[in-house]
Each structure stands twice: as structure tokens, then as C-alpha cells.
């Protein structure tokens, strides 16, 4: 017997939407809704009526940049002990993950105010 009997051969990696990882999904819909759900502080100190303080943080948007970034760690992972489950090509997934990446960005700039925010 060779190698090749012994082992099950992998599915053939498909472009299928289904196919794809739950945790890249759930990443894109929380990269999303971090648009929309604001959790936010904002201090700032006013002398004889000119404001010379100004401090904001965005809670919501920090932890949707951190959720997003495991989400994508995430799929990949699964896609790779699992490929019979996600037969997906991985480059999807990766491609996938690197747009997670960059919301992940997004919102952690919005987070801290360097992105929007009133200071």
C-alpha cells in the first residue's frame, strides 16, 4: 500500500460562499455592525469658555478591531484542520482575513479618535 492509499484524499477546493469558515463570516458581519454600534467617552475641559482639553475613545469600535482580528485568525485556523468542512480555496480565506485586517485598522483609529471623533 502506498501513501497515497492510506491517506483520504482532501475535497476539491471550491469558490463557493458556503464554503466558507464561520468565524470569517461572523468577522465580517461584526466589522460591519462596528460602523454602526458606538460605545463612546468624551471628556474634555473648558477656561473662561474656550476649550483647551479634549479627550475621546470609542469602546465599541476597539472591540470590534479586536474581535475582527480573532475572527480572522480564526478562519483560518479552522480552515486548516478542517478542510473536509471547508473546502474553500485558501487564498479566500486569506483574502478574507486580510480584509478583516484592515477593519480591524479601521476601527481601532476611529477607537482612538485618530479616524473621526468631535476633538
Not at 497515497?4 to 466558507?20: A, F, G, H, M, V
Request: glycine share 8%; net charge positive.
Amino acid at each position: 500500500m502506498t501513501a497515497n492509499e492510506s491517506q483520504p484524499l482532501l475535497p476539491e477546493p471550491t469558490t463557493k460562499l458556503r464554503d466558507i469558515p464561520r468565524a470569517t463570516y461572523i468577522g465580517l458581519v461584526i466589522g460591519a455592525l462596528g460602523f454602526v454600534i458606538s460605545l463612546s467617552s468624551t471628556t474634555s475641559s473648558t477656561v473662561n469658555g474656550v476649550q483647551t482639553a479634549c479627550s475621546y475613545q470609542d469602546y465599541g469600535a476597539m472591540i470590534a478591531a479586536a474581535l475582527c482580528l480573532v475572527c480572522a485568525v480564526a478562519g483560518i485556523v479552522q480552515r486548516r484542520k478542517h478542510p473536509y468542512q471547508y473546502p474553500v480555496q485558501q487564498w479566500i480565506v486569506h483574502a478574507l482575513a486580510g480584509v478583516l485586517a484592515v477593519l480591524a485598522v479601521v476601527h481601532a483609529l476611529r477607537g482612538f479618535a485618530v479616524i473621526g471623533g468631535p476633538c
